[in-house]
T-cell receptor, first 115, second 113 residues
Framework: AQKITQTQPGMFVQEKEAVTLDCTYD???????LFWYKQPSSGEMIFLIY??????QNATEGRYSLNFQKARKSANLVISASQLGDSAMYFC????????????FGKGTRLHILP | DAMVIQNPRYQVTQFGKPVTLSCSQT?????MYWYQQKSSQAPKLLFH???????NEADTPDNFQSRRPNTSFCFLDIRSPGLGDAAMYLC????????????FGPGTRLTVT
């Protein structure tokens, strides 16, 4: 079974609109960490945001926020006021407490921002 | 700046000819990872080192080997590259721990002719 599921292979969004990228995860470990990475066409993987399983508040980093719904095992990335430079692949990833040296990636969502 | 460096950025090798990709880091992170990424796919973890401990993924072909002679350097050896091994190879580092993100190198794009 997949541990990280990203159900949107691709999305098209108008510039300046907000966009939500979906991510659900599966773990029985009470301790885990969730990450989002951005990969532009140039290929480099860029860390965006982190959410810990015990964090009480949703993580935010500038225009990025993570909508963490623990009971639903959901960790959606919200990008506010999208920009053309946000066009990229976005990957959701997870570390689990029993193997915190290993990160599992989802299959990714390709986001296209339209002018 | 502290960073993860991969050399070369582009590598062309012939079918069956061994090739070595290198990764170095100045972050002093104890974990180093090698991923294979094919077009429009997620990075696939091949193996990782937690300090000197080598962790191989179950589905990583025997054709892929790795060495970590010290904290700073890690090598990926492909003993007999096939056409299916053409991909981007990403090196990443991190501290072990739930909250630590990975730092990625720019990748090496491998072409097999």
């Amino acid at each position: 079974a997949q541990k990280i599921t990203q159900t949107q292979p691709g999305m098209f969004v108008q510039e300046k609109e907000a966009v939500t990228l979906d991510c659900t995860y599966d773990t029985s470990d009470p301790s885990y960490g969730l990450f989002w990475y951005k990969q532009p066409s140039s290929g480099e993987m860029i860390f965006l945001i982190y959410q810990g399983s015990y964090d009480q508040q949703n993580a935010t980093e500038g225009r990025y926020s993570l909508n963490f719904q623990k009971a639903r095992k959901s960790a959606n990335l919200v990008i506010s006021a999208s920009q053309l430079g946000d066009s990229a692949m976005y990957f959701c990833a997870m570390r689990e407490g029993d193997r915190d040296d290993k990160i599992i990636f989802g299959k990714g969502t390709r986001l296209h921002i339209l002018p | 700046d502290a960073m993860v460096i991969q050399n070369p950025r582009y590598q062309v090798t012939q079918f069956g000819k061994p090739v070595t990709l290198s990764c170095s880091q100045t972050l002093n992170h104890n974990v180093m990872y090698w991923y294979q990424q094919k077009s429009s796919q997620a990075p696939k973890l091949l193996f990782h080192y937690y300090d000197k401990d080598f962790n191989n993924e179950a589905d990583t072909p025997d054709n892929f080997q790795s060495r970590r002679p010290n904290t700073s350097f890690c090598f990926l050896d492909i003993r007999s590259p096939g056409l299916g091994d053409a991909a981007m190879y990403l090196c990443a580092t991190s501290r072990a721990g739930l909250s630590y993100e990975q730092y990625f190198g720019p990748g090496t794009r491998l072409t097999v002719t």
